[in-house]
């Protein structure tokens, strides 16, 4: 080490220092402010920095950066805060020299009155602004803005002791005493920035101490310590083996620090008890030890604070890295380092040596004061000398104080949540199915931990996980233990240890636990290096009085310890620790290690022998073998045979699971859309538009553009024009990198401006950098927390017409404790054993991780997934001799040597054959020789090398390049960098080969994602921190992960990387023992395709032994070295025609099953209509797998083209993945002894909630997985959800399914069907339903009248049959013309019986719509505006007398106040005197004149009530008439419309009372009109007589106009969709209208187009939609009783009354088929209920004989009437049933008495015009209520079949009496007794009595 002398002076620009420092200061009080504000809007910097009044003179001096005064004379009189263990000390600053700056300083670091016995190091607090923690007094200095010129040495500026007088104010006392302090002191600044909010702080704003017990501590001048609540910053509550970090060299200049953009890095505090103040652990050394990358995953943002950084961003080291030592990892000065004295138990683990970052949960550590601990002084050199740089787990007790070379130890609490079981709560331990009395005592918990270690495997290290459930199984079977008494325990951990063969010690010590650590560490120095046989674990146990049992373990294996340290680091902080090894040139004695070869040549020099000796010749490409040499250029010509017949296309296609993950998608969309919470509304959105935000990796945004491009999403929903949306995909897919936000912001501004449009955010592999926003930074080159800015902005959480959509195929991290996705919105990929039905072998299936470790049971030679032992022993023994380098430097210098050695043992040296791994000979053995293969047209292999380190990455692809273009192989096969941050790169002769292959047209096409590397032999190395989720192509052999270590222990890091190579395979090559197993995880997991071995695969079914292979040593690796060899091996006896009829079949299987999106186009990528010429290469890669097709050729020269080698290629089997042995044993766990990959701590952006939780087991399915996790898991402080709102977001959902498995086609189909459906209910069912046909009549008018001329319609006979299909189920009228028509009832009986036809159609601009329409046009007509009230209507009540009912009835309208001008009122303003008509004469093209009506019941939602659109919003007068008890049911949802309110008696009226009601009151009106407008001179004739009635079911109108001639010769007609408004004005403009009674339109058919079009008006039945005369019709009223056919009675009425009744027929009206309210059934049930569930009432119930004991019933009694006679007429009318010939006569009235029986109507009123019944013999007499006009006389007229019946219906009995006998029926009528009825109710409810008799 240098000495302080040499050191390069740091830091002495301070030069612009200021303003950046005080921009910090500003930037971190905003972000502080910001996370204590419940708002979250930052506050703006800008204003606090340049706006705001500054608190102190123009310059700082004097002040701190928070602008406090710190001088003595502003201050001395001011009560200071100072902790227990400071004191106040003035400090002299050069730029105010004649002030002294007071500072709190922690004592231990100043030195006595003899300059002794100061710790080194700082630890100080600010007295003006209260902050705490400064650990280097480079940082201090700059925030007290001590302007120093020279290296800020504290002896120079800590001046003076401060004192208090005796008038209690601060003076100057005593000078410090530096003067003997000799030994070298550091400072520098720590890449801190301010601690965040929530890490409990002990400053000022934060509650001052409140939390902190501080307590006396001595050690040299008994330092105090203070204790913090520990935060949840420090230590969630995870898998603490990622607690700790190495020690990271850096050193930093007070100038050079970067702005942290977010508080997380952790302030380095003082030693204090496991905590820093702020709560985070303090850091070991006060010199040069940063805080490696904090577990959090970030380091802050300064980059440049590590020497790696400042290396990465600037090119060569600065000079001050000179003082590091080249091979020490941590080059620690050996100083004394204090490290906190740690009681895990009851303290804190987290002040963990090597720091550690992750704190458990808040409450789960409480530090405590600790005792004085000893020291132990760490050995120089420990690392080098004993080659192990030791690891203490923490166990229980208390730690020492660590001086001395601390970077050569590290301290983890990777177990010490195991010991905590004493700290569950009651509920987690019922959970758990455990009671208090069952915990462990500490004795147990050593010889637990004993037993466990013991037992590992010399290749396994201790999992957290793994003795959680050892300890969990103790307590459940074993509560309590044995009493194990202090004085047993040191001979019965002995006793445990001994089975342990030496590998594990106990050292059991009586005074502390820091006696036996230094002891260990005594004898590991002193024990000559080579001969040591060191224990793995030395656990220690301090057996002392005092204290109890304490304990700690020891790790000294080599491996172990290595593998410990190295687990700790996250991601980000391992790849950055790789970094700066290569940076500063650490890795320089292994790189010269690997230039020689493994037989100690020069690597290098034979390579450039070997090249010259091939003068320039390169290896034949294809069709050739590895000897045979071609000139370079020559070979750089030629081009892959390509049969045209066999390119290959890509037909994308949507398989059945995932049109069923769609289709739960969006029931899930439904769901959320019903609950009833207003989260979405559905009805409004009428266009569905998406963004695809996907991870920073250019190849998987150009994948998921071609899934979009391929899918034709874009056009399906009608945002990107067929002819364009070929180039627009990119616009939908958005990297989450620097330029997201721009590209967000424009997407947010169309989700404000298009409110009907529903936006889908589609956030895939949202697994990928959860950071949150104020956590993230720039971190190992990448950024981070972009996100949750994206994703979780207040804009996206309150866009109501955005639905965020994540998909993942790791979803744990989304599922915590703190998940913002509900758990009900979670959708999961269904699992294979699910969809199994029956599959033929050639069916595809999806083969996922859970497949890939169950394939280790199938027993075959060479298994798809395994271990390289051999590679694993090289690793092992390099390990060993580089302590100083990290796992996977080594590893990849291994690999490279690997790869390069094999290239050359199968060109230029065999004789290095020996040296290569059988793994990579035959991985690369079949990269260069399979597109030699017969057959493969040059189609070969991909070889995936999976380096995570970018500069390794470029090394390994450097260098694999350098020696395959050496050795002659440059066109055999390529190397590619696989780069998330670059597009790829591909040399021209290899896109030549691959646009051959396509049949590619366009010069300038070159691949842009893995799978359009189809068949491409070649080597890409994957790098980047997280695999992304990029497909590869089915020629995708072999994955290699040997880099993938124990540094990869958590679920979703070691399972995205196995999920590489997980795809779809043939049913066929997966091997029983799969269906034996449990299905795991739903498959949850993947699966992976290759074409790799399937030779070995199938061999035990094609050939029946896979031990009969002959290549040797490769044969066992899996692949075979030979082709041949295999190819003699296959049955020859098939024939061509049979494997013909695999080839077809693989082609249905490529149409039918490919297997789907995610994985497709590469994954089948065989055009099926040419499989049968493609033969070799339906999958040149497939061809691949198994040695090869050229099996058959060989034996079949003749058909090698066409059908021979179908029969294999049409398997597609899984890829090889070869692993290293930590990750193979996870993987494998279920069959090894170790855990399995689902036991581990789900992603590192988690923690465990609990220590002890259930064992997650491997069946269970990914919702209950999802469960588990939601229970077991918390989010850390840095993940996106730490700080979710408590309810999740409604509008959230999350797609989960194994990688690779088809999620991107799933959720584009999801897009196609949500807009279909929103399309749907944008249409409507409306009935289509034919009339019956009526003769055409004799008269006819010109086909092309616009208007009706009345003498033409005078001349019209009217149809009284009423021929609307609604009718079909009631009685047809009798009219002359009926014997020619329908004499078929049986038929129509079938008819009526069938449900009511409708058909679907999609509503114009012109439609009415229901409640649940919104749109900007017309939302003010329909919802009440903001500053409305409902008490913003007015009620007025209307009486009149009606003549009808023979009294007085009293109306109540409702009437909003923009509705008040249809009305007059009197002068008061109160009255309502009537309701405004206009003028016959008016004409005004905007003017509707007649009022409309629309009677409504039970249809405030559904019914089609707004008719803005309809009437073009064109002002109009609308009426809705509903019943008195749905009134503010109306009003709630309609508070615009106009309502009438019938009298209460209506409740539980029929229809015809509102329409009687609707034209009494319209009458009335009319009178009052014309009496108020003849007072101004206007004629009473001339007041606007019509008003319209209209249903609430009405939707669409339409004009049917005759079709060109010129086009059709049948006469048809095109329709066209019009308003109402228009329709109506037609209709009002008819001339001499004021003579018509009624004008309606006709029923909309489907039909009607196709007719040659008839007369185009009509005298007939109008109904549903009417315009009436109420002045013509004064005299006919609607039957007020009636609730069915009142309509086709009323018309009858008018008809025989001498009036015109006029149908428009090229109008067409539309009805919804609405399924709620409107005229429904009544539920018949009895009036009073004993029985609980009584049997169905029949009609025939319905009646019953006077004063009988019947079952009376809860229903009116006219439906009970109307009812019966529908149904049980046959009975009153025997004679009448099926007899058209002779209908039953029905005076005054029309009623329904069933389809069968026909009715004859006359009009009893003098001067009607009745039919000519003369002739006519009648079947029957039905006299309902008749009036006065019905006379005996009339009656007489009348003949009647002998046996006809009759039946009179009266209101009461008297009446029906009355009648009798008024109309003298006894003459020709013969009673009897039982012939009278009444309907089945109780005389309060009026029943209606009935006679019935037989003609004599």
Request: with cysteine; proline share 7%.
């Amino acid at each position: 080490m240098m000495d302080t002398a040499d050191r390069p002076i740091m830091g002495n620009s301070y030069a612009g220092q200021l303003k950046s420092a005080r921009f910090e200061e500003a930037l971190h009080n905003s972000i502080e402010a910001s996370l204590r504000s419940s708002s979250g809007d930052p506050q703006p910097i800008f204003t606090q920095l340049y706006l705001e009044p500054e608190p102190y003179p123009g310059n700082m001096d004097g002040f701190c950066q928070a602008g406090k005064d710190l001088r003595l004379v502003s201050i001395a009189t001011e009560p200071i805060e100072v902790p227990a263990g400071f004191e106040l000390v003035g400090a002299k600053s050069p730029s105010v020299p004649e002030h002294i700056l007071v500072c709190a300083v922690d004592r231990r670091f100043l030195p006595d009155e003899n300059g002794k016995n100061a710790l080194l190091g700082f630890s100080g607090n600010c007295v003006g602004c209260g902050e705490k923690g400064f650990r280097y007094f480079t940082e201090f200095s700059n925030h007290i803005n001590l302007k120093l010129s020279t290296q800020p040495k504290k002896q120079k500026h800590l001046k003076y002791h401060l004192v208090k007088n005796s008038q209690g104010a601060l003076c100057k006392g005593p000078l410090i005493c530096w003067k003997d302090c000799k030994t070298r002191q550091f400072s520098s600044s720590a890449s801190t920035s301010k601690p965040s909010s929530s890490s409990s702080l002990s400053s000022k704003e934060n509650g001052g101490t409140s939390g902190h017990s501080s307590s006396p501590f001595s050690l040299s001048d008994s330092p105090p310590t203070r204790t913090t609540q520990v935060s949840s910053v420090f230590f969630g509550s995870q898998d603490l083996g990622r607690d700790c970090s190495f020690l990271k060299p850096l050193a930093s200049t007070p100038g050079n620090k970067t702005l942290p953009i977010v508080p997380t890095a952790l302030r380095v505090n003082g030693p204090t008890n496991g905590l820093g103040v702020d709560g985070r652990p303090p850091l070991l050394s006060p010199s040069q030890v940063s805080l490696g990358p904090q577990s959090q995953g970030y380091r802050t943002a300064d980059m440049g604070d590590s020497p790696v950084s400042s290396a990465m961003n600037s090119g060569p080291p600065k000079k001050r890295h000179r003082s590091w030592h080249p091979s020490s990892l941590v080059p620690v000065p050996p100083t004394a380092v204090p490290v906190p004295a740690i009681r895990p138990i009851v303290g804190s683990p987290g002040s963990v040596l090597g720091v550690s970052s992750q704190p458990p949960v808040a409450g789960v550590i409480q530090p405590q004061p600790v005792t004085a601990g000893e020291t132990v002084i760490i050995p120089d050199n420990l690392l080098s000398s004993s080659g192990v740089r030791p690891v203490i787990l923490i166990g229980h007790g208390t730690l020492p104080y660590f001086y001395g070379n601390v970077g050569d130890i590290v301290v983890s609490p990777l177990l010490v949540s195991c010991y905590k079981s004493n700290q569950l709560t009651e509920k987690t331990l019922e959970t758990l199915g455990l009671n208090s009395s069952q915990l462990l005592t500490v004795e147990t918990m050593i010889l637990l931990t004993l037993q466990y270690l013991a037992r590992l495997g010399s290749e396994q290290i201790p999992l957290r996980e793994e003795l959680e459930q050892i300890v969990l199984k103790a307590m459940l079977c074993c509560p309590g233990g044995p009493a194990i008494s202090p004085s047993q325990l040191p001979w019965l951990a002995r006793l445990e240890a001994s089975v342990s063969g030496g590998s594990v010690q106990v050292v059991v010590t009586h005074n502390s636990l820091g006696e036996g650590i230094s002891e260990s560490l005594r004898s590991l120095c002193e024990s000559p290096h080579h001969q040591q046989c060191l224990p793995t674990y030395v656990v220690i146990v301090c057996a002392s009085k005092m204290s109890g049992n304490e304990f700690c373990v020891l790790v000294l294996g080599k491996y172990q310890a290595r593998a410990l340290a190295e687990g700790m680091l996250t991601t980000n902080e391992f790849l950055k620790e790789i970094s700066y090894e290569l940076i500063t040139g650490k890795v320089s004695i292994l790189a010269s290690h690997f230039k020689t070869t493994s037989l100690g040549d020069n690597l290098d020099k034979q390579l450039v022998r070997y090249q010259r000796r091939r003068k320039g010749q390169v290896i034949q490409p294809f069709q050739g073998d590895v000897t045979d040499h071609i000139h370079s250029q020559e070979a750089a010509s030629m081009s892959p045979p390509s049969e045209r017949a066999e390119l290959l296309s890509k037909v994308f296609q949507i398989y059945p699971t995932q049109l069923s993950v769609a289709r739960s998608l969006l029931s899930q969309v439904c769901s959320i859309a019903d609950s009833g919470t207003h989260n979405l509304d559905l009805g409004r959105f009428c266009k569905v538009d998406f963004l695809v935000l996907v991870p920073p990796s250019h190849i998987l945004v150009h994948q998921t553009a071609q899934r979009i491009r391929q899918s034709g999403v874009l056009v399906d929903l009608g945002i990107e024009e067929a002819s364009s949306a070929h180039q627009k995909p990119d616009k939908y897919v958005v990297r989450l990198d620097g330029d997201v936000h721009a590209k967000m912001e424009a997407f947010m501004r169309k989700v404000k401006q298009n409110p009907y449009t529903l936006f889908v955010l589609i956030h895939d592999n949202s697994h990928v950098d959860l950071t949150s926003a104020l956590s993230g930074s720039v971190c190992h080159g990448e950024l981070q927390g972009l996100a949750d800015r994206v994703v979780n902005c207040q804009e996206v959480l309150n866009a109501m017409n955005l639905l965020v959509l994540q998909v993942s195929c790791f979803p744990y991290t989304l599922q915590t404790h703190q998940s913002r996705i509900s758990i009900h919105n979670e959708v999961h990929w269904p699992s294979n054993e699910s969809l199994q039905g029956e599959q033929s072998p050639n069916d595809l299936v999806y083969f996922g991780l859970r497949d890939y470790s169950s394939s280790l049971q199938w027993g075959v030679v060479s298994p798809i997934l395994r271990c390289d032992d051999a590679f694993e022993k090289m690793v092992h023994a390099l390990l060993e001799r580089h302590p100083h380098l990290h796992s996977m430097v080594i590893r990849t210098y291994l690999l490279i040597q690997q790869y390069t050695e094999a290239m050359m043992a199968l060109t230029s040296s065999p004789s290095l054959r020996d040296h290569i791994t059988p793994e990579t000979l035959a991985m690369v053995e079949d990269l260069i020789n399979a597109p030699s293969r017969e057959g493969s047209q040059g189609r070969g292999h991909m070889l995936l090398v999976r380096i995570p380190s970018l500069q390794l990455a470029m090394l390994a692809r450097e260098r694999l390049e350098d020696v395959r273009d050496k050795l002659g192989l440059q066109l055999c096969f390529a190397v590619l960098l696989g780069s998330p941050a670059s597009e790829l790169n591909l040399p021209r002769n290899f896109t030549n080969r691959l646009r051959a292959w396509r049949g590619c047209e366009h010069e300038d096409w070159v691949p842009h994602t893995y799978e359009d590397l189809e068949g491409l032999p070649c080597i890409v190395i994957l790098t980047g921190k997280d695999p992304l989720g990029e497909t590869f192509p089915r020629s995708l052999k072999y994955s290699d992960l040997r880099l993938i270590d124990s540094s990869y222990l958590t679920r979703t890091a070691l399972e995205q990387e196995v999920g590489l190579a997980c795809t779809y395979v043939s049913m066929g090559v997966v091997q029983e023992p799969k269906k034996a197993m449990a299905p795991r995880e739903s498959d949850g997991e993947k699966a992976t395709t290759s074409l790799n071995d399937g030779d070995e695969l199938e061999r035990p079914q094609s050939n029946g032994s896979a031990a009969t292979r002959t290549s040797g040593s490769l044969a066992e690796n899996g692949v075979s070295s030979s082709d041949v060899a295999d190819s003699f091996q296959k049955p020859s006896t098939s024939t061509c025609s049979h494997e013909g009829a695999v080839t077809s079949d693989m082609g249905t299987v490529t149409q039918d099953f490919k297997q789907e999106c995610d994985s497709l186009g590469s994954q089948l990528s065989s055009n099926p209509s040419k499989a049968s010429k493609a033969s070799s290469s339906l999958y040149s890669s497939s061809s691949s797998s198994s040695p090869s097709p050229s099996s058959s050729s060989t034996q079949r020269p003749s058909q090698s083209t066409q059908c021979g080698r179908e029969q294999r290629p049409a398997l597609v089997s899984p890829r090889t993945v070869i692993m290293s042995r930590p990750a193979y044993n996870l993987l494998a766990g279920e069959t090894g002894s170790q855990l399995s990959s689902f036991s581990l701590l789900p992603h590192a952006d988690m923690a465990w909630s609990s220590p002890l939780r259930p064992l997650i087991t491997h069946n269970l399915q990914r919702a209950e997985q999802s469960l588990y996790y939601r229970q077991w898991t918390i989010a850390r402080q840095h993940h996106a959800d730490h700080e979710a709102p408590p309810v999740p977001h409604p509008r959230r959902l999350l797609l989960s399914g194994p990688p690779q498995v088809g999620k991107t086609g799933a959720y584009l189909q999801f897009l196609r069907i949500l807009f279909r459906m929103l399309i749907k209910l944008l249409e409507v069912d409306v009935y289509d339903e034919e009339e019956e046909e009526e003769e055409t009549s004799e008269v006819t008018t010109p086909v092309n009248t616009q208007w009706p001329d009345i003498e033409d319609i005078r001349k019209l006979p009217f149809d009284p049959y009423p021929r609307d299909s609604k009718f079909r189920k009631a009685s047809p009228v009798y009219s002359d013309k009926m014997l020619k028509c329908l004499n078929d009832f049986k038929q129509e009986e079938i008819q009526t019986a069938a449900k009511r036809e409708t058909k679907s159609i999609r509503l114009s601009r012109f439609a009415a719509h229901n409640a649940f329409h919104h749109c900007e046009q017309c939302h003010h007509y329909c919802e009440a505006g903001p500053a409305t009230q409902l008490s913003d209507c007015t009620f007025h009540a209307f009486t009149f007398c009606s003549s009808m009912l023979g009294e007085e009835v009293q109306l109540q309208f409702v009437i909003p106040k923009a509705k008040e001008q249809h009305f007059v009122f009197s002068q008061q303003g109160s009255h309502l005197e009537s309701m405004r008509l206009p003028l016959v004469s008016t004409k005004d093209p905007d003017l509707l004149k007649s009022p409309i009506f629309t009677p409504t019941t039970g249809r405030q939602e559904h019914g089609l009530l707004n008719i803005f659109h309809a009437m073009e919003g064109a002002t109009h007068l609308h009426i809705l008439v509903v019943k008195q008890f749905e009134m503010p049911l109306y009003r709630k949802y309609w508070p615009n419309h106009i309502l009438l309110v019938l009298p209460a008696m209506f409740n539980n009226a029929g229809v015809g009372a509102a329409r009687f009601m609707i034209k009494e009151l319209s009458y009335h009106n009319l009178e009052l009109e014309r009496n108020r407008l003849e007072e101004q001179g206007v004629k009473r004739q001339a007041v606007w007589p019509f008003i319209v009635m209209m249903d609430d079911s009405c939707v669409l109108w339409n004009v049917h106009q005759p079709a060109d001639s010129s086009e059709t010769c049948d006469g048809s007609s095109t329709l066209t969709n019009v308003s109402l408004k228009m329709v109506l004005q037609h209709m009002e403009t008819t001339p001499k209208i004021s003579l018509y009674a009624m004008c309606g339109t006709r029923k909309w058919s489907s039909s009607l187009a196709r007719k040659p079009q008839s007369n185009p008006f009509s005298r007939c039945h109008l109904h549903d939609f009417v315009m009436l005369n109420v002045d013509l019709t004064q005299n006919v009223q609607y039957d007020l009783n009636r609730y069915s056919c009142e309509e086709v009675d009323f018309n009858l009425r008018v008809n025989s009354s001498g009036l015109l009744l006029c149908r428009f027929n090229y109008f067409s009206l539309m009805k919804k088929h609405i399924t709620v309210g409107g005229n429904k059934e009544f539920m018949v049930k009895p009036k009073l209920m004993e029985i609980e569930n009584p049997a169905p009432i029949s009609p025939f119930q319905y009646v019953c004989a006077p004063d009988s004991e019947q079952t009376l019933l809860d229903a009116p009694a006219q439906f009970l009437l109307e009812r019966f006679l529908q149904s049980c007429s046959h009975r009153l009318f025997p004679k009448a049933v099926q007899n058209r010939n002779n209908p039953v006569l029905s005076i005054d009235s029309y009623l329904n008495i069933s389809p069968e029986i026909s009715v004859c109507y006359i009009n009893s009123r003098p001067h009607s015009i009745n039919l000519n019944y003369q002739g006519l013999v009648f079947s029957g007499l039905l006299l309902y209520l008749c009036d006065s006009f019905v006379v005996s006389g009339l009656l007489k007229k009348f003949r009647f079949l002998k046996g006809a019946t009759l039946c009179v219906i009266c209101q009461d009995r008297s009446s029906l009496r009355q009648t009798i006998v008024r109309l003298e029926l006894e003459d020709e009528w013969q009673f009897r007794l039982r012939d009278e009825f009444q309907t089945a109710n109780c005389s309060e409810d009026r029943p209606l009595y009935f006679l019935t008799g037989r003609h004599v």
